[in-house]
């Protein structure tokens, strides 16, 4: 009898909490802004280093690209080459969102945002290019922003000299 009072009163304490439950998708969940939601890609400071793509355990990554020559600046300087990125593509149909690819990523190119209501009738269009994946650097916390970035642009010029 002690026992069965006690679970009524357990449950009734419950009850009283309230629903920890939301109505998704009529109510919004209120997450913390550095949930794994989606990866964002920050293609000026990607070097096509290819680390993330060997590192992804899934292989969901998909990188290509090609080498620039960019002249000397000075008299007598030698030429460089830069790596251009043609393609970076993330396949959310394989993606267990572990975030190795965001951990091992040395320059800074790859975050997470929160976002995660991106479903789709077909499997196909779960495969984010790099535009799409650049335009989830809109919905990146600042604060997990790196050194130098001031925010999404949307005609952000793509690449740099590295
Ligand atoms: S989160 Fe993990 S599985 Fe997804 S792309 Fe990155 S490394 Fe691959
Ligand atoms: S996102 Fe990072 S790890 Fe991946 S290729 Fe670009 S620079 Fe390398």
């Keep these: 009898m002690k026992g069965l009072i006690k679970g009524l009163a357990t449950t009734a304490k419950v009850l009283a909490r309230g629903a920890h439950t939301v109505q998704y998708p009529h109510v919004q969940p209120d997450l913390p802004e550095r ?5 964002a890609l920050l293609e000026e400071n990607c070097t096509s280093c290819m680390l993330c793509a ?8 998909t990188i290509d690209s090609h080498k620039e020559t960019i002249p000397a600046q000075t008299e007598g300087g030698r030429d460089r080459q830069k790596n251009v990125l043609d393609r970076f593509d993330i396949d959310y149909s394989l993606c267990m969102y572990c975030g190795i690819c965001v951990e091992v990523c ?6 997470w945002a929160p976002d995660f ?8 269009n779960l495969l984010h290019d790099k535009e799409r994946l650049g335009t989830w ?3 990146v916390p600042e604060s997990t922003w790196p050194e130098g970035y ?13």
């Design 137 to 139: 650097m809109e919905r």
């Design 106 to 111: 040395p320059f800074d190119a790859l975050f």
């Design 117 to 124: 209501a991106y479903a789709e009738g077909d499997i196909r």
């Design 35 to 39: 949930s794994r939601g989606v990866i």
């Design 54 to 61: 060997r590192e992804c355990p899934d292989w969901c990554i």
């Design 150 to 162: 001031d925010g999404y642009t949307p005609d952000a010029p793509a690449g740099d000299d590295r």
